[in-house]
Structure formats: C-alpha cells, structure tokens
C-alpha cells in the first residue's frame, strides 16, 4: 500500500429532503450573499429551484442567480460569471446542478482571485484561494460534489483541461438523490459509466487489499442498482446507492493507498469532447476505457485478471472487458467512437489533443503513438 | 438508505515514516505547547517515541510528557492529567499509543473545560469544546484516530462510559502501520476483532446497497489479512490494510446511510470489561458478538443470512456464527465468558451494568431480561 494522505473537509448532507438545509450551511459559515450558478432550467421543473431559494430565504441570505452553464462548460461562461460575481461583491458561490455546474462554480471562486481564470488551468499549481463554494447535486457522476477539481473546456484551444486545490473542496455538499428520479435515462447511464470510471482509474494502479477489495464492492454496487433504476427509475435505495458510490469513486476513498490515479482514459474523453462538446462525458469514458483496459493489461495482468473476476465474474481480462461493453450496450451506451460521429482521420488530432491534458500513463507509462492505438482499439 | 451527514474533518496522513509529520501538524495549526498523553513505554522501545520527538523539536514545538494510561483506560488517570494540562498551561494533546491513549487524551482535551470530566459522561451530550487533539496511532483497533467518540472507565463505579462531539475529532492523526509489526499477536487479534465489530455494529442495521456492500469487502479483508498476520507479522501490506480497514469501520464510512449504529455489544461489552478491566475490550467482543447475532437475527433474517454468505460462505446464520467462531479460535482468541474467567453467579450484575450504558438495542429493540440472555448464550 502507498502512503497517502486524507482530508476530506466538505461536509456532505445526504438524503431526501436535505436540500432545505443548504441554506443552514450557507449562514452557518456567515455567507451573506451568494451567485447561484445554474445550468439549463431543469431545476426549475424538479422543484429543486424551489427548495434552494426556500432555504436560502428560511436563513435570511442573499443571492443572485446566474443561469446557462452548459455540460462540457466553458471557459467564456466562466470569465462572464467571474465578471458577475465581481460585480456584484458576493462571499460565497453555490452550484445547483450536476458535475458541470460544480466545476464552474469552482473555477469562478478560483478565478475571483486571478487575473485571468485560465492562467491557474495553465499553471497546473494547486489552488490555494477561492471563495467558497456550496453545492445542491442534482446529478451524480463527476464526484465534484466532494473533491477539489473541476473541469473546463477553453473552447478556442480546443482544451478541456482541469484545476484543483484545498481551496476547491465544497464547505458543503448537499445530495437529495430522489430529485435524481427526473434524470432521463442516458444522464443515469453516463453517470454509472463516469463513477465505474473514477474508481478504475485508481483501481489498476494496485497495491493496497482494503481498498481494492472496496473498490471491486463498488463497482459491482454500481452495476447492480444502475440494472435496478434501468427497471424501475424511481427505486430511492438503488438511486440512493448510486449517488453515494458516485461520491464515494472521487473523494479520495477509492484511491487510498493506491495513489492519485492514472488518468489516462480521462485525458483521451478530454481531448475527444474538448473537441467534440456534443459528445457527453460518460458516452466518451464508455467507449474508452474497455480499450485503454485492453491496451494497458499487460502491464499487470494479475491485477487486470482480479478485476475481470471480481467484477464481471470473467475468467480473462478480454471477457470482462466483454462483459463491461455487454453491459453498456444493454443500457443503451455507445462502445465505439464510430458510434459517436468520429471520422477514422480525425483520430490523429484527437490523440495530440489528449496528450496535450498532460497525464500520460502511470499504470503504464504511454508515448503519443500508444494513446493513438488506444484510440484505434476504441474506433470500431 | 438512510439520511446521513458526513463530515470527518481529521486530517489523516498514513504510510511508512508518516511520524515524521506530527510536529509539522501541530505547527501547521499554530499550537507551540502540548501535553504528550502516552502507556506504558512500548513506543520507546519502537522507536516511536524517538521519532514524535525528533518531529516535535524539527518543528520547535514544546511538550511535557505525562504517562502510564492503562488498557481500559481510568477516570482518576484522565483526571490526574486534566490537572497537570491546567497547571502546565498546553495549547494541544497529543495522544501517542493505540485507542486507550487516544480516548484518554480526548477526554483530557474535553474536560480542560469544565469542573468535572465525569459531568460530560453523564450528562450525554455533544461535546463541543475541547482543547484540540493530535494522535500518533501505534495500535489500529478503536478507530479512534478519525473518529469524535471516547470511552472512559469510571473504576469506582464500574462505569465505562463514551462522550462523542465535533471538538473531540482529532486535528491530524498519524498511522504508521510498520510501527505495528511489534505488537504481540493477541493485540493484533483484538484489534481485529475491534473493527470486525465496529463493522458489524452498523452493518446489521442494514439499508443501504452501496454501504452494505462495501462493509462486507471490509469484513472479509480484515479476516483475509489477519489470516496473513498470522502467518508472517511482517507483511506490511496486510498490516496497512488492517490498519486501512480498521480507520474506516468507525470513522463515519461504515454506517453511511445506515444509521448511527446498534452498540449494544459494545454496551455488554463495557459491562464486562468496566467490572472486569484485565479484559481486553478485543476479547470481550470476540466472545459478545457471536450471541449477539444469533440472539438478534430474527429481527432481519434476510440481512444475517446475507452477511453469513458474503463473510463466511454459509448457508445459515448458525454457520456463519461458527465460521466466525472457529476463526476466532483459529487466532487463539476466547469464545466464551467461561474461558475469560467470568463465573455464572456474576451473569446478572454484568447485564446491569451494561444496562446502565445506555444501547438498549436498534436492531432488535432489548429489555433487561434480553441482556441477561445473550450473556447466557456467550458463557460456554
């Protein structure tokens, strides 16, 4: 097992009804005056809208609203909320929404502090300043709920790129998974494949039985109850255990002692729909990871072979892996890039794209060339 | 599942050579004078002791050392201390040992405060002052080391009482599982026990797909690598995923969306050992739990039927409860009252004193009588 360290300070108020305590979290810290940084409306049609600013009325705090942060968001949404929150001198920042509404918040309470936002995304320095930031998760995938990273798409550069930092970490993080039932089933799906995610890309750097034996307990839990909401959408137990798995893949837990993760797969989905913003972020981890799992075994089959078994009850790696794109294919996932409207000649750009995010292969250490064949491997 | 609230504010830094950043924890947060809380002198001979306070004096902080905490640790020990804080005027504990040391030094922390430390025991409420408290873990048992809870033996009253409350968190705790491998095999055996049971205080509550499912892995890897300790002590994989294991079954992680779990073992359990302090908390267990489940499985036979499965690979509660029990003896730890040397006449007074602890049972709601009976059934 590696040595690690773990601090996980954002408080995480889990269950039904737990939206009306947001606004108790704000006043307890005495935030005054919050943005409230939302995405499309949909939180207007679940009635989440309505619980939030209930909340924040029942503690007497302050906010203004700013809405249209789209999924893979922008760095130009960003600057312009940036600009808001200046505007308006709030103390705080609260997301209402899911991963994409998480990480903007974040970069804005980041970016309050710099000249330019994108410099911090540039520097790859841990972000130390930030105003602080609240969350009402309304889908669970990204984890960004309860870990300091977000993710933004500088959709100049064509770069879709990450910061993080203590700074980051949400002081609180409220998760109501029953205001999840309204999800569509695709968002559930890519939220299943992006948690499976996370946890596999800490899973195969080994090294520490406890939290590979939890880890594999997850992601079986995250196969099953994503089976149960495929049946039955408003099952609260099985919507519930998603979102706590969904949690529990990115806050630190499922990589203790086993290092900060290889991020491999996560810099090709980044480099795919950094140019191709259409494409979701689960659709791309879908169609990626069975072939970096494919590409990359050699370089402990014991481990690759434990997770065939223990996962997908698969006697070789190359029938888990089968399993696992059986799996996607019944919940209606895509397990090619073809699928997805990519042209084989664009796959060369899109490996330099991926390269340029900056992780290049810890379970195996990868050249430009091998991310171009693992893109191969993925194409049809 | 369950509503639930998490929020572990401890910073945990755990690995090989870990001590060496407690002093820089304790400067980190500003405190310059602390009391070093420990037992009876095992860290010197670990070398533990050397290097707390060779970090201590790399970081120019103070200390006065006050030893001699006791297994079961005492009342007029805690308030012996308390008084020796007040006169020397420290800013911070810093409890070095395993459990007994750290709920020692808690207790210590919180009772700086107030006239009588008892007080806070009897009057069950949370604490919320409390000098702040550092640990360096030598013993992976309690989960003390992450977690707001400490248990004190009042002697004269044969009272071994908990006080919980968000002061009583540590501010950093350091585990060095290598520091470990001096432990006498029975104390690695209890403090398997200790977390198996931690566990399992949560777990039968049951609720929660995700939680369940992952507090299974937990239970079967802490049998998995016990199994390896006692084959060779020095395998620090399985020493770091004990100790891994053990953080995590009462640092919040284990009851998530379970509720705040049943305790009523470890009430019978305080019973026993509050009257009987030559009785290590691991043993007491070890004896307790199994007549716990076999007196309580009614209540949810589907769940301890699950839990026999996915531990033991039994088909029935009755043999997972041997399985478990064999495995006991396979450790050499004691499976009846008889063997700890407890006489049948004593039966009655044991269940009111652990009457008087105050689980009275979540799992299966228990009268007095109950108590009496589950003595009974763990005697021969």
Redesign the interface.
Known sequence: ??????????????????IASIGTEIARDGHKFVLMIAGGGSIKRTGVYEQVVESLRNNDRRWEECWGVQPNPTLSKVREMIAQARRLGVDAVLAVGGGSVIDSAKAVAAGYYVDDVWELFEKDEPVNRALPVYTVLTLSAAGSEMNPYAVITNEAEKKKWAIGGPALYPKASVVD?SVQVHLPWKQTVNGAVDSLSHIMEHYFLG?????L??D???M??IV??TDRLQQAPTD???R???A??ST?ALNG?SG??LGDGDWTTHALEHGLSGAHPEIAHGEGLAVLFPAWILYCQDANPALFARWAKAVWGAASVQDGVSAYRAKLRSWGAPITLKELGIKREELKELAELAWGVGNHGVVKPLEPEDFLRILELAFE
Chains 1, 2 share one sequence.
């Open positions: 097992m590696k040595n690690f360290t773990l601090h996980i300070p954002t408080r995480l108020i889990f269950g039904r009804g737990a998974p090294g520490g039985e406890t939290t034996a939890y594999e307990s997850l079986r839990t099953q109850v609260y137990d099985a519930a255990s998603l706590w798995a529990l837990i203790a002692g």
